[in-house]
């Protein structure tokens, strides 16, 4: 399990065949390797065959309710800012099978399990993807039930990190402290760094599966020079246009009522796309099938969304007929009521929804704008507490 | 009929009058009587002048309505301890409901005629009597709201409903 | 992988040994498991039950706490699954996960007076306390039962309440909103029944269940009695999907009703109960 065993050793450099070794050693190791590739216009999280999958040269745009491509002249593997979706898609996939069962006389027989797909190498993990993770892990297996499934698959995980090196038009991963910088979490992380020389990466191992696979590589200890240009790189993605005070966000939730809901409503449009992109949404819904003879069937656990009417359905009717309603469930949860279930804030600050949400809604904006009468009362006579970019917790 | 110092008593324990002054206390003595209905008996009238308000010490009295062609739909009922009648303070002091001893009730009765021209002639009396009228009227209002709602229905308020599934 | 054994979506076949219509539209089944073995539980817990290929539905436990041999559940069908669990015969298996949730405090009652408080349904996830307290009955003061349903006709376990009646250690009340038929009893909402109290309101605990608004309603006539929040308790529905705390659909406020309740105390929820759509 990444993060577990931190021992950490001496950073090494490679250049880009060593990352073609690195997938390889994976490989090999059995795993089923995930990253970043391009796929209808966007970077997304996939199978990775070699690092020629990886989207080399490409960057990204993006502010609210835009997203586009770039090229990069630099030629970079991982100059773009995410993928659309985080590793949730395949850390805790959109569609599970909880069991088959078989109709057997009056009852049923459930049927053995598959078996567990090949464990998982994600590639190029970003800090905030990270915290996100380990926000889940808490989720899937806090308190008394976990569910074995996240829990094994994340178990099983091999993390390599890449640390950031500019930040997206979206991001405050900063605000959220959860980023950019990569500090737990990885078997093995790096730092892209690219200059008129050479184009290498320096890497870091952060668990002993980690250390042995870097040492398979056989690749050179990192110079002070590559050490101080990767800390150069992740120091410029910690510059971000976007902020939010997640101390006064963490007080949403005293603010039910408040008119901005109104005027959200007026401009959400209830898509959910905000929780499909989040790294954090956990909220599922279950499906049951049967065969056509009603012999064999199945139950299915889907990614829900908390925007659906039928989310909150009790027979009769749904108790958040409102779409502000909606959005405040999602909004509060996700900065304030997360607090008090899991003991930090639910969000990662990866800007995501801020840019997959088609008409551009912004939840820096509006958790700023429903605790902004409570931020300056808070304040007071001390300006600091108003302006400071409260870290996290 | 009682003896004004059982009244006293009995009005000295009820809730109702809690922390009533000497004044009204010996007013109310004076205009009350003890009195007892046989199962079917009325009390109160719908439509006949409301001349007394009943204080209930024992039995139920059911409050209803004569629907032609049906039997009377109680409206609800009252028991041990509960105030019934406020139409003998509000003109032009007529019964709007007919209530019924639906099993022997026994009560202390008190002369709302006399009760009024005293409260009118003397606002700060009439004030003390409102102020404890008020919130009994306020209580049946809100019980009669409540029965609106139709609380445990499977159809009532917009299908938000307990029922011992809690979902599908 | 091995924890798939402890995979906490994976229902526990059950057999079903007695069904029981209780109203027009709920009934109550008695439950053995398939496998053998017993099952224990709370009183105010909850099951999700599976019926096969057709889904799953939470439904509170209606039996008694003291009883491991059988499940017993009482439920109205409303809904697709609950209009399937209806169909059932004896014989027919069905799939039990849980008993999930927070029960009622009826050992923390222990000295006190004790008052449920029902409305329509809300009868059945009360029963299993009623049960545990008369069989702990020296150690409360008084016990009572006070019970609304709409009319005559829709009051729960009616023989059962003639019988709690007959008790010289139990004060049971019931009231309709409508009376109908031979209906001789009280009229009124179940409110009424509190305000007249009967029980040391300083020393008392309630145990409040039925439709949402009938509980909110029910809480504030406690309170005006003398009743503190602390001392009240109410058990709270919202849709569920796991009943574990992973579907995330049962949130309301900070609370996941499926694991931080059904059952809340009073004083930790009454500023929910303000907030619309929540």
Known sequence: MPGVDASITTAVVFDRGGLDALIAALKAKGFHVVGPRVADDAVVYADLDAASDLPAGWGDEQEGGRYRLTRRKDGALFGYTSGVQGWKRHLYPPRQKLFAARRDGQGFAILPPDPPAAPLALIGVRACELAAIAKQAKVFGDRDFADPGYQGRLASAFVVAVECGEAGGTCFCAAMGTGPAVETGFDIKMVEVIDKARHVFVATAGSAAGAKVLDGLKAPAAAEADKAAAAARVAKAAKQAKTLDAKAAARLKEHPDHARWDDVARRCMTCGNCTMVCPTCFCTTVEDTTDLKGEHAERWRNWDSCFTIDFSYIHGGAIRTEVKSRYRQWITHKLSTWHDQFGSSGCVGCGRCITWCPVGIDITAEATAITEGARKAAAGGSKKAATSGGKGR | ?168 | ?278
């Open chain 2, 1 to 168: 009929m009682g003896q004004p110092h059982d009244l006293g008593n009995i009005i000295d324990a009820h809730p109702f009058f809690d922390g009533i002054d000497a004044e009204l206390r010996t007013l109310l003595v004076g205009c009350a009587a003890n009195e007892r209905f046989e199962p079917g008996e009325f009390l109160l009238r719908e439509g006949k002048a409301a001349d007394k308000f009943f204080l209930i010490r024992g039995g139920t009295v059911a409050v209803e309505v004569d629907v032609p062609g049906k039997k009377p739909i109680i409206l609800e009922t009252m028991g041990e301890g509960e105030v019934l009648g406020w139409s003998w303070m509000v003109a032009p002091f007529m019964a709007t409901f007919d209530a019924r001893a639906t099993v022997a009730v026994r009560a202390l009765s008190f002369d709302g005629k006399c009760l009024r021209k005293k409260m009118a002639a003397d606002p700060a009396l009439g004030y003390a009597v409102m102020s404890r009228f008020v919130p009994v009227m306020a209580h049946r209002l809100q019980q009669t709201r409540m029965q609106l709602l139709d609380l445990y229905g499977v159809d009532a308020e917009g299908g938000k409903k307990k029922k011992k599934g809690k979902g599908d």
């Open chain 3, 1 to 278: 992988m091995s924890a798939h054994a402890k995979d906490p979506m994976l229902p526990r076949p059950f057999r079903v040994e007695k069904v029981k219509r209780e109203l027009s539209d709920t009934f109550t089944m008695e439950l053995v498991p398939a496998e053998g073995g017993g099952f224990s539980f709370a009183a105010g817990q909850f099951n999700m039950l599976y019926v096969f290929g057709i889904g799953e539905v939470p439904i509170s436990i209606s039996g008694d706490p003291g009883e491991h041999e059988r499940l017993v559940h009482t439920t109205r069908a409303v809904g697709k699954v609950s209009g399937a669990l209806d169909a059932l015969k004896v014989g027919d298996v069905i799939g039990v996960r849980g008993p999930y949730g927070i029960p009622w405090p009826v050992e923390a009652a222990f000295g006190r007076d004790l008052v449920f408080v029902a409305g329509g349904v809300g009868l059945a996830p009360l029963r299993p306390a009623i049960y545990q307290a008369m069989a702990n009955r020296e150690r409360f003061g008084k016990v009572m039962v006070l019970y609304g349903a709409r009319t005559p006709e829709d009051i729960l376990f009616k023989k059962e309440i003639e019988r709690w009646r007959g008790r010289f250690d139990m004060d049971v009340a019931v009231t309709v909103d409508r009376a109908t038929g031979k209906w001789g009893g009280n009229v009124g909402v179940v409110t009424n029944l509190v305000a007249k109290g009967g029980f040391d309101p300083q020393n008392t605990t309630a145990f409040v269940c039925g439709p949402e608004v009938m509980m909110r309603y029910a809480a504030q006539a406690l309170e005006k009695k003398g009743v503190g929040r602390g001392s009240i308790f109410v058990s709270m529905e919202r849709n569920m999907k796991c009943g574990v705390g992973l579907c995330g659909h049962c949130q309301w406020g900070t609370h996941f009703v499926c694991k931080d309740g059904p059952v809340f105390r009073y004083d930790s929820i009454a500023d929910l109960f303000s907030i619309r759509e929540l």
